[in-house]
């Protein structure tokens, strides 16, 4: 094959497929450039005046890199890993960094297996990695445990690509030798280990960082971004669909620029169908304000480099042919996407076929509740004060807020109220365990909203103003096998959707699903929930023990910068 590459970067034969008369995006200089794009198998061989046995006309387009997504969780799509790449390919997205970590804590290594399995049959490369935190911590229950020895066996494996998010930096930074176990499994596989640590400072963070750590995307403020990057990390500027942090971007200078990386983390079908993928993330920086050819480069060559991608992210001579041809560097619309040489893309519709899913057994059948009444959401409180869970818009950081609340016949009463009910139900190994909590300000009113998608054990979470309506929203979620619904009081009706794999993905079409969870996340809108909320996606990272300040496990009330429980009686 070399000397096929050779002879046509050369010019001695045609090669297999040629750009023509493009303008390209060179990262190497931050500069824009004209030529011929070259390609042969799924290298490209040259730049510069070429003809093909194919040829495509890229006049009027501006061809970069193929986008590298630098931490996604697929399962957040609520797609399965086929029809997630239907929907990401064409937006010219050609490889990502996955962490199935939700799926894991449901199936363990099944879980694992089936994302790289599925993941087979599509024109994405998914660099998995193996999840590090499974539990997150051991404050709830999840539906496995991969522990030190389980980290040691698994992360040899040749379709392991590294190590996921670290989010349990307390026993990172306090040398638990459980976590110390992990760490060092990874390193003697020679695989990277990704970060997860929010606010974390000096003695700290060089303490974090000693555990070999590469990249973090939970950075708030100019001050975390400035130190972390000062000691070596890279930083994700992070475009999900509940969590996000594109203003990182303005703290982006000529001198740290290349230790910025973009990525989606969690990203819902609705807003990867009707707002994209990193074209967005692409899109929305520059609107802000970003230089177009620096956000470019954040989400090919500096992340191809975190990840040590060799011969990725950039348009050169040897370099994988991952391109995507866009209008301009404004609105990034893919017109073309090559991957591996091959274009997989045209006009934002892929050009493969997903109508064959990849469904194994291991993966279905995951609800494991009994069946719950009314009273099993009764709320006894010892007085009138009580903790309230409080959320900002856009975030997954929660407050705490000390409010009144009324009792009636040992139960507290929310209905009426700008405060709700929040309940987490084991649904993995029929402990019965629930917790309770309040929540206020989510503007919820009439009934109950559940689903089976709940970080980082994916346990079932609930909110409401009605137990009655909440065990019907339970047991409804046990009935489909998992998913997300509603229960209106009123009317008595319950609407829901099925994710039958794992209770978090559906094995339906992007298409359906995408439709029917739209209109069922706008009937939670229609029933108060605020418009600056997603629905369902903030509900489901109420109960992630890792992120300040108060979070909700089914073992109960927990105060996370503690990092203990905490009662809900104030």
């Not at 993941?119 to 709830?140: R, Y």
């Not at 230790?259 to 993928?277: M, N, S, W």
């Not at 009081?489 to 609407?495: Q, Y």
């Amino acid at each position: 094959m070399f000397e096929k590459y050779i002879k046509a970067a050369g010019g001695e034969v045609k090669s297999s497929l040629v750009l023509k008369n493009a303008t390209y995006l060179d990262v190497f200089t931050a500069k824009l450039r004209k030529g011929d794009i070259a390609i042969v198998g799924e290298k490209i061989v040259g730049v510069g005046e070429y003809s093909g046995e194919t040829e495509i006309d890229c006049s009027n387009l501006i061809v970069l890199p193929g986008y590298i997504d630098g931490h996604v969780h697929i399962e957040s799509s609520q797609l399965s890993p086929e029809e997630f790449a239907s929907l990401i390919v064409p937006r010219g997205t050609t490889t990502i960094i996955a962490d199935p970590h939700e799926i894991t804590n449901v199936c363990g290594m099944a879980g694992c297996e089936y994302i790289s399995k599925a993941s087979e049959s599509v024109p994405l490369d998914v660099k998995l990695q193996l999840p590090s935190c499974v539990p997150a911590t051991p404050f709830e229950t999840s539906g496995a445990i991969l522990d030190g020895k389980d980290i040691e066996k698994n992360i040899k494996n040749d379709y392991i690509f590294g190590l996921g998010e670290f989010m349990n930096y307390p026993g990172v930074v306090y040398s638990d030798p459980y976590v110390i176990k992990k760490l060092e499994a990874a390193h003697a596989a020679g695989k990277i280990i990704d970060g997860h640590a929010p606010a974390i400072y000096g003695h700290e963070l060089n303490a974090y960082l000693c555990g070999g750590i590469s990249t973090d995307h939970e950075c708030v403020t100019g001050e975390e971004i400035e130190e972390k990057i000062s000691k070596g990390m890279y930083v994700h500027i992070r475009h999900g669909s509940s969590t996000q942090n594109l203003g990182n971007a303005k703290f982006m200078t000529d001198a740290n620029s290349r230790r910025f990386i973009l990525c989606t983390d969690d990203r819902h079908a609705a807003d990867l169908k009707e707002k994209g993928h990193l074209d967005d993330a692409l899109r929305r920086l520059v609107a802000d304000g970003a230089d177009p050819v620096r956000a470019v480069i954040c989400a090919t060559l500096n992340c191809a480099e975190c990840y040590g991608l060799k011969w990725r992210g950039g348009i050169a001579p040897f370099y994988l042919a991952d391109l995507v041809a866009v209008d301009d560097l404004k609105n990034f619309n893919a017109k073309y996407v090559i991957k591996s040489g091959k274009l997989v893309a045209k006009d934002g519709a892929p050009l493969f076929d997903t109508s064959k899913r990849y469904l194994p057994e291991s993966v279905l059948n995951t609800v494991h509740i009994k069946e719950l009444t009314a009273d099993d959401f009764i709320l006894k409180l010892k007085g009138k004060k009580a903790k309230a869970m409080t959320i900002e818009p856009g975030g997954v950081v929660t407050g705490c807020e000390i409010v009144e609340v009324e009792s009636k016949n040992g139960d507290a009463v929310v209905a009426g109220t700008d405060i709700l009910k929040l309940a987490v139900v084991e649904r993995h190994k029929m402990t019965g365990n629930i917790g309770k909590a309040l929540f206020k300000g989510y503007g919820f009113k009439g009934g109950a909203l559940g689903i089976t998608i709940a970080h980082d054990s994916h346990n079932i979470i609930l909110l409401g103003d009605d137990n009655g309506s909440m065990a019907k929203a339970a047991n409804r979620l046990k009935e489909i096998g998992g998913g997300m619904v509603i229960v209106d009081r009123e009317n008595g009706e319950i609407h829901s959707l099925t994710l039958d794999i794992a209770g978090l993905m559906s094995s339906r079409e992007a298409d359906g699903l995408q439709r029917d969870s739209r209109a069922l996340i706008e009937r939670a809108h229609a029933m108060g929930v605020k418009r600056e909320y997603e629905a369902f996606m903030s509900l489901a990272f109420l109960s992630l023990a890792v992120i300040p300040k108060l979070k909700i496990t089914d073992a109960g009330l927990f105060d996370v910068e503690k990092f203990t429980f905490t009662d809900i009686n104030a």
